[in-house]
T-cell receptor, first 112, second 114 residues
Framework: AQKVTQAQTEISVVEKEDVTLDCVYETRDTTYYLFWYKQPPSGELVFLIRRNSFDEQNEISGRYSWNFQKSTSSFNFTITASQVVDSAVYFCALGGYQKVTFGTGTKLQVIP | DAGVTQSPTHLIKTRGQHVTLRCSPISGHKSVSWYQQVLGQGPQFIFQYYEKEERGRGNFPDRFSARQFPNYSSELNVNALLLGDSALYLC?????????????FGSGTRLTVV
């Protein structure tokens, strides 16, 4: 069975601070994919980033960066210089062709 | 191009009633998936349809059913509604293989059962 754990339920930061969202996953599959989604109050899930299990190279995309460590089954996501518009619920997810298994989400509040 | 569209956006039903939710995928996407998101939780997989056939089903009772039409749009049906069915129902579309690269989700239908 697949499982995604997001231990942080809520995080508050002051604008311009950096914030890291933690994600730990469990799977028996050797090939899998990891995602981060953002869900603003409007409810729509917005795709942010993905990583496949064979690519542990960490990257930076604008203010977003992620740290994939297969040895610890972690896929952490960092927002640099946070902005009020970053306030949302962030979901880490694990999946493949058929379905995606989501974590319970981390609510991020960026205070002006 | 239009994204994934879902209708209605909000719905209030009474226990025991039946509900039909609709989803139109992105043009060119042949796969539609349905997810249920209860308040405070992450989305839970209900169904995946591809080329009008069910390709996957989550751990949901038989009261939940779905179908996909020749134009790749989809309906999710829930019979004998329970209070616990109150949730945001999300539809996601993808092309074959592209699911690995991130499904595109609609804004959802918020169902309230009273």
């Amino acid at each position: 069975a697949q499982k995604v754990t997001q231990a942080q339920t809520e995080i508050s930061v002051v604008e311009k601070e950096d914030v890291t969202l933690d994600c730990v996953y469990e799977t028996r599959d050797t090939t899998y994919y990891l995602f981060w989604y953002k869900q603003p109050p409007s409810g729509e899930l917005v795709f942010l980033i993905r990583r496949n299990s064979f690519d542990e190279q960490n990257e930076i995309s604008g203010r977003y960066s992620w740290n994939f460590q297969k040895s610890t089954s972690s896929f952490n996501f960092t927002i640099t210089a946070s902005q009020v518009v970053d306030s949302a619920v962030y979901f880490c997810a694990l999946g493949g062709y058929q379905k995606v298994t989501f974590g319970t989400g981390t609510k991020l509040q960026v205070i002006p | 191009d239009a994204g994934v569209t879902q209708s209605p956006t909000h719905l209030i039903k009474t226990r025991g009633q039946h509900v039909t939710l609709r989803c139109s995928p992105i043009s060119g996407h042949k796969s539609v998936s349905w997810y249920q998101q209860v308040l405070g939780q992450g989305p839970q997989f209900i169904f995946q349809y591809y080329e009008k056939e069910e390709r996957g089903r989550g751990n949901f009772p038989d009261r939940f059913s779905a179908r996909q039409f020749p134009n790749y749009s989809s309906e999710l049906n829930v019979n004998a509604l329970l209070l616990g069915d109150s949730a945001l129902y999300l539809c996601a579309s993808s092309t074959p293989g592209q699911g690995l690269y991130g499904y595109t989700f609609g804004s959802g239908t918020r169902l309230t059962v009273v």
